[in-house]
Nanobody, 118 residues
Framework: QVQLVESGGGLVQAGGSLRLSCAAS????????MGWYRQAPGKQRELVAA??????NYADSVEGRFTISRDNAKATVYLQMNSLKPEDTAVYYC?????????????WGQGTQVTVSS
């Protein structure tokens, strides 16, 4: 079991910045990938960014504006969000996952609201 605690969401004007944090506890030694997803009202949950080792990947819509990083000593993943746009408004969820053979194990945070006003 892994527990995830998120922080850092809030209300910001367009063009502003926010930094999300997600601290993991429990069976952290199994974690391979850490990442962030988001879900806007009426839309499906989508991957925003993920980091595995030194490899990162980003959704096209946030490439160049968001940066994901990870502190393994603290078992914490961060998402620095710059140049925020109203369309970035969503609930952001932290995710950690790993594979055992062909089975993927996912754990989710409770979600943190990010609202960008125009």
């Amino acid at each position: 079991q892994v527990q995830l605690v998120e922080s850092g969401g809030g209300l910001v004007q367009a063009g502003g910045s926010l930094r999300l944090s997600c601290a993991a506890s429990g069976n952290i030694f199994s974690i391979n990938t850490m990442g962030w997803y988001r879900q806007a009202p009426g839309k499906q949950r989508e991957l925003v960014a993920a980091i595995s080792g030194y490899h990162t990947n980003y959704a096209d819509s946030v490439e160049g504006r968001f940066t994901i990083s990870r502190d393994n000593a603290k078992a914490t993943v961060y998402l620095q969000m710059n140049s925020l746009k109203p369309e970035d408004t969503a609930v952001y969820y932290c995710n950690v996952n790993w594979f055992v053979l062909r089975s993927r194990y996912d754990y989710w945070g409770q979600g943190t609201q990010v609202t960008v006003s125009s």
